[in-house]
């Protein structure tokens, strides 16, 4: 039986509860941004470089615009 879908779930949850908090709200904010990051790399949040999430939630973000910015600040700057 292959699971490694399960341990990435388990290290994305983690990862997520290791930034919000008690912030339930930001939790499931990061939650959406790790879903687009899995559908358009393949890799969880933990997974990809550095970015200020909670920046980008504080300031109104959608999930979906904070990870178009994140994505192309890598690219630019080659993360």
Same mark, same amino acid.
């Given at each position: 039986?292959?699971? *490694?879908?399960?341990?990435?779930?388990?290290?994305?949850?983690? +990862?997520?509860?290791?930034?919000?908090?008690?912030?339930?709200?930001?939790?499931?904010?990061?939650?959406?941004?790790?879903?687009?990051?899995?559908?358009?790399?393949?890799? *969880?949040?933990?997974?990809?470089?550095? +970015? @200020?999430?909670?920046?980008?939630?504080?300031?109104?973000? @959608? *999930?979906?615009? @904070?990870? =178009?910015?994140?994505?192309? @600040?890598? =690219?630019?700057?080659?993360?």
């Amino acid at each position: 039986m292959n699971t *490694p879908n399960v341990n990435v779930k388990q290290d994305a949850t983690t +990862w997520i509860a290791d930034r919000a908090g008690d912030d339930h709200d930001f939790a499931r904010w990061l939650r959406q941004v790790n879903a687009n990051a899995c559908d358009y790399s393949g890799q *969880p949040l933990a997974e990809l470089p550095d +970015w @200020s999430w909670r920046d980008d939630y504080d300031q109104g973000l @959608s *999930p979906a615009d @904070s990870f =178009v910015d994140a994505l192309a @600040s890598w =690219v630019q700057f080659d993360d």
